[in-house]
């Protein structure tokens, strides 16, 4: 057995660093979707607020998340390995003074326009439930604060990615979602519905996300100096010119879903709320590790390119595939084979009934699907950007784009809301395999066999587990049950399946379970010995 590079064991480490970390913030945001659920359900106010909630969401996206981060980071990332700290400090200066005038401007600009947006393009069938268009457009305008506030908490949150800094970030998303669930729990009462609520938690969720990083870029010694300079720094300048092209490409993911939930608005009442709540589950297990390997291979990714290794930085996608599949392969697969208990158990309180958990189940399966190509979408459109190279991947997303929606409509109509879902999925797995085939292109041979290798191990240990798994889903064990009753059927049933996975991806010689094992061996348990040696 090859030992893995120090470049890849670096990898390793600060992805589940931000992993554990993310697993906290997902925990607390599903947290904040039962909560959401047992208020609202899938109800007028929760479709309401679900379409108020994705118009800033898509925006931060394509602004923020998306195509600035993904220009912002290569071009932060050079300054800093040239180790020029004053220059360091001036390009970040501009820049952030340039962005929070942007995004200023984008915010007013969302709750100017959010009536006609809502009113032409959001409502659908709104309008046949009194009240529901109105309180959409209201939910909407209250919620643009979030954006400026969460936009400027990404390009922290790049910054501190560049310096190699990961844990503060990944944690920022506990305090919004933990700021949500209080202030929806704590003072529902004195909103007019639970929908304004939610909404308000969000903004006091913004706030903190970004107030919290602030101390730790410090920390690195950057410092903000408002300052117009920007418009004359070469390197802002860099940033725009990889920015302008890219913010379709970035945010494709995002504005695929917003499409889906424009679509959603003419289906069934509830279908708007169904897929959010399905969305949730697919984004946990993509929160959790597929964009912890994005965040953090960026960065290193954009080192190397500059460096002019490409050999590395095919090496550093290789890994990245292997390990995104060795977890959300199995992650799929249980969702499929689980996915109605855990629907019933996490959500089916209060508002959220019967038909709600049918119809977010039926989004589940099809969402499921689509966890692997957009987790290895996310890392393969990483290559583009540290050679800063945003035109390509918008080409093709200009080709998807159109695929997705006409995807969307077509399997709409056999497959009502799950059609949506199933779109999305084919979408993102159309956009992985041909941003794949330019790159093989673009850098010759990019280790497929490898990667094929790796994953056809990982797929035998998935079949194994499902196989477990399933035999208690489809011996009715889960069946019937509820709440604490559930939960103690379920948990046993999820921790054999898990086992099986380790025990299978063991026998199959597994690389990427032998490499994240070393590192918790050395890090974990190595260190336990060692003080207990020391204690002795």
Not at 228 to 243: K, M, N, Q, S, T
Request: one cysteine or more.
């Amino acid at each position: 057995m090859t030992e893995p590079t120090s470049e890849r064991r670096a990898i390793l480490r600060s992805t589940l660093v931000m992993s554990l970390m993310t697993i906290l913030s997902r925990v607390v945001g599903l947290a904040r979707e039962v909560v959401r659920g047992y208020y609202v359900g899938t109800g007028m106010e929760s479709d309401a607020f679900g379409i108020a909630s994705t118009i800033p969401n898509m925006l931060r996206r394509l602004f923020a998340e998306g195509a600035m981060t993904a220009a912002f980071v290569p071009v932060f990332t050079g300054l800093r390995t040239e180790g020029d700290r004053e220059r360091l400090d001036r390009f970040f200066s501009g820049f952030m003074t340039l962005f929070i005038l942007l995004m200023a401007g984008v915010t007013l600009l969302g709750v100017l326009a959010s009536s006609p947006l809502v009113t032409h393009v959001f409502s659908g069938r709104f309008e046949e439930v009194p009240g529901k268009v109105s309180l959409t457009i209201a939910l909407t305008q209250a919620m643009f604060p979030y954006l400026f506030l969460v936009s400027i908490a990404a390009i922290l949150q790049a910054a501190l990615n560049s310096f190699r800094i990961f844990a503060p970030s990944a944690f920022t998303p506990v305090l919004l979602n933990g700021a949500n669930i209080l202030v929806v729990v704590l003072f529902v009462d004195r909103f007019e519905n639970a929908a304004w609520a939610l909404t308000a938690g969000f903004l006091v969720g913004g706030f903190l996300q970004m107030a919290f990083q602030v101390p730790f870029l410090r920390r690195t010694g950057i410092r903000f100096r408002p300052t117009l300079a920007g418009l004359r720094d070469p390197a802002v300048r860099e940033v725009a010119v990889i920015f302008l092209p890219g913010i379709f490409s970035a945010g494709i993911y995002q504005v695929n879903v917003t499409v889906s939930q424009v679509i959603a608005t003419t289906l069934d009442p509830g279908s708007v709320a169904s897929l959010q709540f399905s969305l949730r589950l697919q984004e946990l297990v993509l929160g959790v590790f597929a964009v912890s390997v994005a965040t953090v291979i960026l960065p290193a990714m954009s080192e190397q390119a500059h460096r002019g290794d490409l050999a590395g930085l095919k090496a550093t996608l290789r890994d990245s595939v292997g390990l995104l599949g060795f977890v959300t392969l199995p992650a799929t697969a249980g969702l499929l084979v689980l996915g109605e208990p855990i629907v019933r158990l996490l959500f089916q309180y209060g508002q959220f009934d019967e038909e709600s958990t049918r119809m977010t189940t039926w989004a589940l399966l099809f969402h499921a699907g689509g966890i692997f190509f957009i987790a290895v979408y996310r890392n393969i459109v990483q290559v583009f950007y540290a050679q800063k190279d945003l035109k390509t991947p918008t080409v093709l997303a200009a080709v998807v784009m159109v695929l997705h929606v006409g995807m969307c409509y077509g399997l709409a109509v056999p497959l009502r809301h799950g059609g949506v879902a199933a779109a999305g999925s084919l979408a993102a797995a159309v956009n992985a395999g041909l941003l794949a085939l330019v790159l093989r292109r673009r850098l010759g041979p990019l280790g497929g066999r490898a990667m094929m290798r790796s994953l056809g191990k990982t797929t035998a240990a998935t079949v194994v587990m499902s196989l477990v798994a399933g035999a208690a889903a489809w011996s009715g064990f889960l069946d019937g049950v509820g709440g604490t009753a559930l939960a103690l059927r379920l948990l046993p049933v999820v921790l054999v399946g898990i086992a099986t996975y380790v025990a299978a991806a063991r026998a199959l010689g597994c690389e990427e379970w032998r490499d994240l094992w070393g590192i918790v061996r050395r890090r974990v348990l190595g260190g336990a010995v060692s003080r207990g040696g020391e204690g002795g």
